[in-house]
């Protein structure tokens, strides 16, 4: 089966322009996650989605941050303006569903430099 | 807070077996995993736990203690490719919350 799919891979913008990053989950996976993982640190959840409404964003800085998931299948995530800080690796990831023995299954990711 | 704490690095020699500790906050504990990320790449599912005891697969083992927010990874036989972070991930209800990583470097 194919696995999660994001695009594009990698985007270098200056600080102050904006940003979007697109994800495909797993057939039939109902949830979607977008983390942020910055050099060093562990994947830190920004948004996750179940189908198309959202199940928690309380680490989404919304000032700049926006997602969505039309159609429940394709989401996108946005930046607008950006940071310095915001240099990161973002992977989107998928499950079935959201009990607790639910797999995440990770994009490669996008890796975003600001500068 | 919801800290999981995990060593930075670990070095290890290939052939060896190696245990990679994780220790976490108890409230409101619903499941552990272990996942394996390799420089540039995305994490990949390696364990489940959720019930105290040993969980084994192959090369790799997993051990839960619920009661002592205590967990590790055990690696027997290593291999170079082994050489990659390990992360510890707890889920907090619906959430799933990071350690920062075990960096693990197997020599020969």
């Known amino acids: 089966e194919a696995g999660v799919a994001q695009s594009p891979r990698y985007k270098i913008i200056e600080k102050r322009q904006s940003v979007a990053f697109w994800c495909n989950p797993i057939s039939g996976h109902a949830t979607l996650y977008w983390y942020q993982q910055i050099l060093g640190q562990g994947p830190k959840l920004l948004i996750q989605f179940q189908n198309n409404g959202v199940v928690d964003d309380s680490q989404l800085p919304k000032d700049r941050f926006s997602a969505e998931r039309l159609k429940g299948v394709d989401s996108t995530l946005k930046i607008q303006p950006a940071k310095l800080e915001d240099s990161a690796v973002y992977l989107c990831?998928?499950?079935?569903?959201?009990?607790?023995?639910?797999?995440?299954?990770f994009g490669p990711g996008t890796r975003l430099t600001v500068t | 807070g919801q800290n999981i704490d995990q060593p930075t690095e670990m070095t290890a020699t290939e052939g060896a077996i190696v245990q990679i500790n994780c220790t976490y906050q108890t409230s409101g504990f619903n499941g552990l995993f272990w996942y394996q990320q390799h420089a540039g790449e995305a994490p990949t599912f390696l364990s489940y736990?959720?019930?105290?005891g040993l969980e084994e697969k192959g090369r790799f083992s997993s051990f839960l203690s619920r009661s002592k927010g205590y967990s590790y990874l055990l690696l027997k036989e290593l291999q170079m490719k082994d050489s990659a972070s390990y992360l510890c991930a707890v889920r907090y209800g619906n959430k799933l919350v990071f350690g920062a990583g075990t960096i693990l470097r197997v020599k020969s």
């Open positions: 736990n959720v019930l105290d």
């Open positions: 990831a998928s499950s079935l569903g959201t009990g607790a023995g639910y797999e995440q299954y």
